[in-house]
């Protein structure tokens, strides 16, 4: 989403360290991780001190993609997956993203939704024009929901064949604690975007503000539709800029509504919210996308920066 | 659907915010667990010393360990070295004294407090566990044991803490028990009398009793304050056995004689202290205050500030200032006037007087680069004086310090690593 992302080959995950290069003035390392092309900034001459934020912003988004990702089976994740129904009891740090997830259940009437795995698994959002059958859809439905979830701290008990994915907070995430790792290891003031979510922890040198460019829905990674200066605070984006479904001449976005299993229809293609840390900004923005075309009277609800386009 | 038919307004995003500001402020501790050791060892020396007094080498060695439901053992061995010369109590003077005491002898000329020469060492033995009960609770268990020449300690505590309103506010409540044994080398005197009066040889009991209550609240991602309130009640024998009072004429203030110093049989203490952590963007400010009040008269003010600087390379810096004061005990004095009768109580301990003190001091931790573990050093600077004046002096005789001021420097090397 800053300008600097555009067009960089994805790196190989098991480098051990972060590719660190110079630019202009300040220090860019860049890493892959949680499937996204990942950046730690660091507006500072030093580059060890330079290597220590990145290194250390790397190994905590590696340590939150192990433990939370649904993609492998030694964690936290698979066996709530595989419980079979049984009650599961987790540790503090996933205890605390499921209280989390349950705050914004909650908050958003049953809209954000972390057990919608199943429904997401029966659409494709590649562009094309592919929608699912109502019987899969149905099918899906009937394995979705976080009310059919017992929730009793720190044990979890979740019907058999039902799906978690905290990937909806997973990355926000990882970003603030990835910077809360970072802080603590330099003085220069950074910036660490995970895949287009962002924190900055302070102005540049000489009180100069971060400058991100946000992603053209329409021209995704070729063109910016515009430019946020950003001195400290968070920035995550929500939309359908690189996943959408067409059906019936219109584009449906990625974001499904669980009590309908269809995309929401009349979301923006992209919201943008500027918060004091990425966890927050994401999820406002996941929840104005949720709202369709309420979306930005939502926002102007919250009283929270935001664009949409 | 329409979210505006919904009256919530802006105090969604307030408790989306607080709900992520709590996880985030949460997880930052825990987070690191899986990749953190489950043992630790800390190994550390302190150095204290005050100008021309008490030298104390205080060498200690604590264990941890993190079990995998969460309970943290802890064990730990200390030892204090303490040499060098501790005030008697008596009064200085223009007049050549010599005092004798259990401990030692000392003759003092001029105008210097007179002080006893001694040398000690205490071991040290304790023992923590800490459990978690459920997700919200959490026990804690102590016991310790100590012993030195002339002063034996046996105690345990224990401590319950629950976490409330989704983790914001933590409360806790706790007690303690002591049972500690004085036997004064040379039999434990009668006080206030000359010479020692009758000694006596068995043990002296001392017991302790302490209960302790504490509420602490997260106020923001950066910002965490709490009090804590806490109660102790000693029975037994509380005197200083080597510690004695002058006695001096009414008109000159020459000192007479010497007699044993004598304190009550209980003790009520109570503190009340107020503290704040406060993240900055990488820094952190510490501050505290403490008042404390006991049944003897004396009060005390604390006030406390640390402020982390966090360097580049896992280092870090953090000065370290502190105000101390305290108004004297009732039963503390100078010296007692020959005219009058003795008091049922007297001691000239300066601990009981009206002290002042300032402390500088600063830590340093780093790390050796392709070394395991962390180093840190701390060095404070502590200048304490009297009040003189304020409470039981004699304002009579030729002008004498009889409180000195005292300098006291303190220097700690540290050595933790996980395994």
């Given at each position: 989403m800053p300008p600097a992302r555009a067009a960089r080959p994805p790196r190989p995950e098991h480098e051990d360290a972060p590719a660190l290069e110079r630019v202009d003035d300040y220090w860019i390392g860049r890493f892959t991780a949680m499937a996204s092309p990942c950046e730690v900034l660091v507006d500072g001459d030093d580059r060890d001190e330079a290597l220590a934020a990145c290194s250390a912003a790397r190994l905590e988004a590696l340590r939150i993609e192990a433990k939370f990702s649904r993609y492998r089976d030694d964690n936290i994740v698979h066996r709530i997956q595989h419980a079979c129904g049984r009650p599961v009891e987790v540790d503090a740090e996933t205890a605390g993203l499921l209280d989390y997830a349950a705050r914004c259940w909650t908050e958003s009437d049953g809209r954000f939704d972390v057990t919608s795995g199943a429904l997401r698994r029966v659409w494709t959002f590649d562009g094309g024009d592919r929608v699912p059958d109502a019987a899969s859809l149905r099918h899906a439905l009937a394995r979705v929901g976080w009310r059919r979830v017992s929730w009793r701290p720190p044990v979890l008990t979740m019907p058999e064949g039902m799906e978690i994915d905290l990937g909806g907070i997973g990355k926000e995430y990882a970003v603030d604690r990835a910077a809360g790792e970072a802080a603590a290891r330099v003085r220069s003031?950074?910036?660490?975007?995970?895949?287009?979510?962002?924190?900055?922890?302070?102005?540049?040198?000489?009180?100069?503000?971060?400058?991100?460019?946000?992603?053209?829905?329409?021209?995704?990674?070729?063109?910016?539709?515009?430019?946020?200066?950003?001195?400290r605070g968070a920035l995550a984006t929500s939309g359908d800029a690189r996943r959408f479904v067409r059906h019936g001449g219109r584009r449906l976005g990625h974001i499904l509504d669980p009590s309908t299993g269809w995309p929401v229809e009349g979301a923006p293609r992209s919201v943008t919210v500027l918060a004091a840390t990425c966890l927050e900004a994401g999820t406002l923005a996941t929840l104005a996308c949720l709202m369709g075309p309420s979306a930005e009277a939502f926002l102007r609800e919250q009283n929270v920066e935001f664009r949409i386009a | 659907m329409q979210l505006e038919a919904?009256?919530?307004?802006?105090?969604?995003?307030?408790?989306?915010?607080?709900?992520?500001?709590?996880?985030?402020?949460?997880?930052?501790?825990?987070?690191?667990?899986?990749?953190?050791?489950?043992?630790?060892?800390?190994?550390?020396?302190?150095?204290?010393?005050?100008?021309?007094?008490?030298?104390?080498?205080?060498?200690?060695?604590?264990?941890?360990?993190?079990?995998?439901?969460?309970?943290?053992?802890?064990?730990?061995?200390?030892?204090?070295?303490?040499?060098?010369?501790?005030?008697?109590?008596?009064?200085?003077?223009n007049q050549v004294q010599t005092v004798t005491s259990a401990s030692g002898s000392t003759s003092t000329s001029g105008t210097e407090i007179p002080t006893a020469h001694f040398k000690d060492a205490r071991g040290v033995f304790d023992l923590g566990l800490q459990t978690p009960l459920g997700r919200l609770l959490r026990a804690e268990a102590g016991a310790h044991v100590s012993r030195e020449k002339d002063y034996r300690s046996l105690g345990g505590t224990a401590r319950l803490s629950a976490d409330l309103f989704q983790r914001l506010v933590t409360v806790s409540a706790g007690g303690g028990y002591d049972d500690d044994g004085v036997f004064p080398v040379g039999g434990t005197p009668e006080g206030l009398t000359i010479d020692r009066g009758v000694v006596r040889y068995d043990v002296q009991p001392k017991r302790v009793e302490t209960a302790t209550v504490g509420i602490s609240r997260i106020l923001t991602r950066r910002w965490m304050v709490s009090l804590d309130a806490s109660r102790t009640r000693e029975r037994g024998y509380l005197t200083e056995p080597?510690?004695?009072?002058?006695?001096?004429?009414?008109?000159?203030?020459?000192?007479?004689?010497?007699?044993?110093?004598?304190?009550?049989?209980?003790?009520?203490?109570?503190?009340?202290?107020?503290?704040?952590?406060?993240?900055l963007e990488k820094d952190i400010?510490?501050?505290?205050?403490?008042?404390?009040?006991?049944?003897?008269?004396?009060?005390?003010?604390?006030?406390?500030?640390?402020?982390?600087?966090?360097?580049?390379?896992?280092?870090?810096?953090q000065p370290h200032v502190r105000f101390y004061t305290q108004s004297a005990a009732d039963l503390f004095t100078f010296g007692l006037r020959d005219d009058q009768p003795l008091p049922p109580y007297a001691s000239s301990d300066q601990r009981l007087g009206p002290l002042r003190s300032v402390t500088l001091g600063a830590t340093v931790g780093f790390r050796v680069p392709s070394q395991p573990g962390r180093f840190t050093l701390r060095a404070e600077w502590i200048h304490q004086w009297g009040r003189v004046g304020t409470a039981g002096g004699i304002q009579s005789g030729p002008p004498v310090d009889l409180f000195p001021p005292l300098e006291i420097g303190t220097l700690v090397a540290g050595y933790s690593v996980g395994f």
């Open positions: 003031a950074f910036l660490v975007n995970f895949g287009g979510d962002l924190i900055a922890s302070g102005p540049r040198r000489g009180g100069r503000p971060w400058i991100v460019g946000v992603d053209d829905p329409e021209r995704t990674g070729t063109a910016a539709l515009y430019r946020i200066e950003l001195t | 919904a009256p919530r307004g802006s105090r969604l995003r307030t408790r989306l915010g607080a709900a992520a500001c709590l996880l985030l402020a949460s997880s930052a501790a825990h987070a690191q667990a899986p990749d953190s050791t489950a043992n630790t060892l800390e190994a550390s020396t302190l150095l204290y010393g005050e100008n021309k007094r008490t030298n104390v080498l205080e060498p200690a060695a604590r264990f941890t360990h993190l079990f995998g439901g969460g309970q943290i053992l802890s064990a730990e061995l200390g030892l204090d070295v303490m040499t060098g010369a501790t005030p008697t109590g008596a009064r200085a003077s080597y510690k004695i009072v002058t006695i001096v004429t009414s008109e000159e203030g020459i000192p007479v004689a010497t007699v044993t110093e004598k304190r009550p049989a209980t003790r009520v203490r109570r503190s009340l202290l107020g503290s704040s952590v406060y993240h400010l510490y501050l505290t205050y403490r008042y404390y009040w006991d049944d003897w008269g004396l009060r005390s003010h604390t006030a406390d500030a640390r402020y982390r600087i966090e360097l580049p390379a896992e280092t870090f810096l």
